[in-house]
């Protein structure tokens, strides 16, 4: 059969299908310059209501915001097609469900990093006023780079709750929270509810053990969930999504807290910086004092201990080492592909990785000399790194 003569959505061709679900058929399809994306088409009968293109085209438009970090990036969408169709881009690695089915049980510093990177997941996606709404192993990509949550196909706009389905429970039973098994209003707070499903799978367990989806619906209303494979370390954190009351439930930048609170190698802990307050440079008459400097003025940041200085401007970011006079090591920004930083144990790290055939990282650590000052440097750095590395 020649390619003319394939199934197409859009301009992109069908390859196979991937998979399919109540909502409709994923497809793995090719774009003209040979990318390969996935394609999730509504179900005919979904297609017929009204109700649901809105909702879809309210959808797309957020989803589009979400950006491809977390997430498969949007790539393209048809919510007036017949079937109306989204285009992704295709993100290759087995499911987290297909790990869970070849008994690939993590252990505690692997379920620290899927919680700390699905939380991370949850707030880009609510940060764009998305709920996802079926956030289980299955829509989780274990990509080479860290887990991916995929198919937004019932996720809705927040805002968009006039075209919300009242009566109906979407989702998956086993993963769905309370109110979403009722029929009532969802937020941001059902998707941590069955975060906490998704990890006691990723442990080994069931949350709300076997059985029909109207039995597993009933549990996650009625009964508590089963925790006992969970580490006990984290048992706390896992057990606080899982709270009926969506509002016993942890924010996800609790969630990042708690999950990265241990320190591990493997996963660098992500901080949750307070509003800024930031720094004004020296002056000529010596060096600046502390004063409250809305968040636009972010452009420059200085830290300091006992043998070195960094200093970030609108120039790039010098490191001097204290006591020598003169022996400087200057980064302009031109020659910065990228700087990682953690803050931890009062101390701060930063690294440039610097644009040159190795691609070779510079670290610099600094010791904070007390608390105060240390709090200083987790509130200013992050906005100055923002400010420049957009």
Not at 350 to 360: H, K
């Amino acid at each position: 059969m020649g390619e003319d003569q394939l199934e197409r959505f859009g301009s992109y061709v069908v390859v196979r299908e991937l998979g399919a679900g109540g909502m409709g058929t994923v497809y793995l399809a090719r774009s003209r310059g040979g990318r390969l994306l996935a394609v999730k088409v509504a179900r005919p009968e979904l297609a017929a209501d009204t109700a649901f293109r809105a909702r879809f085209r309210a959808e797309v438009d957020a989803a589009r915001k979400v950006g491809g970090f977390h997430t498969a990036q949007v790539v393209d969408a048809d919510p007036d097609g017949e079937p109306p169709w989204l285009a992704t881009a295709y993100v290759p690695g087995p499911t987290l469900a297909h790990l869970i089915a070849a008994e690939e049980h993590m252990a505690e510093g692997e379920l620290r990093q899927l919680g700390a990177a699905l939380a991370e997941a949850l707030q880009a996606v609510h940060g764009c006023g998305l709920v996802h709404r079926d956030l289980k192993p299955g829509n989780i990509i274990m990509a080479p780079d860290g887990p991916r949550v995929l198919d937004f196909g019932i996720a809705r706009a927040i805002e968009s709750t006039r075209l919300t389905m009242t009566g109906h429970a979407f989702g998956t039973p086993g993963y769905l929270a309370p109110e979403q098994a009722e029929g009532w209003e969802v937020t941001g707070a059902a998707d941590v509810f069955a975060l906490g499903a998704v990890l006691v799978a990723a442990a080994g367990g069931s949350a709300f053990g076997e059985g029909t989806p109207m039995m597993l619906m009933y549990r996650s209303v009625h009964t508590e969930a089963d925790l006992s494979p969970v580490p006990e370390s984290i048992c706390g954190i896992v057990g606080a999504c899982l709270e009926k009351d969506p509002a016993r439930r942890p924010t996800t930048e609790q969630l990042l807290d708690a999950f990265t609170g241990v320190v591990d190698a493997s996963h660098l802990p992500t901080l949750v910086v307070p509003p800024p307050t930031l720094v004004a440079p020296p002056t000529e008459d010596g060096p600046g004092k502390a004063q409250e400097l809305p968040p636009e003025d972010a452009e420059f940041f200085q830290a300091e201990d006992d043998e070195r200085a960094m200093v970030i401007d609108g120039h790039g970011v010098e490191i001097r080492l204290v006591g020598l006079n003169g022996i400087s090591i200057d980064f302009p920004w031109n020659e910065i592909a990228s700087i990682g930083h953690t803050l931890k144990d009062a101390s701060l790290q930063c690294t440039l990785f610097i644009e040159c055939t190795d691609d070779v990282p510079y670290d610099c650590t600094l010791t904070a000399p007390d608390d105060v000052t240390y709090d200083r440097w987790a509130r200013h750095l992050l906005d100055v790194l923002n400010h420049y590395c957009e």
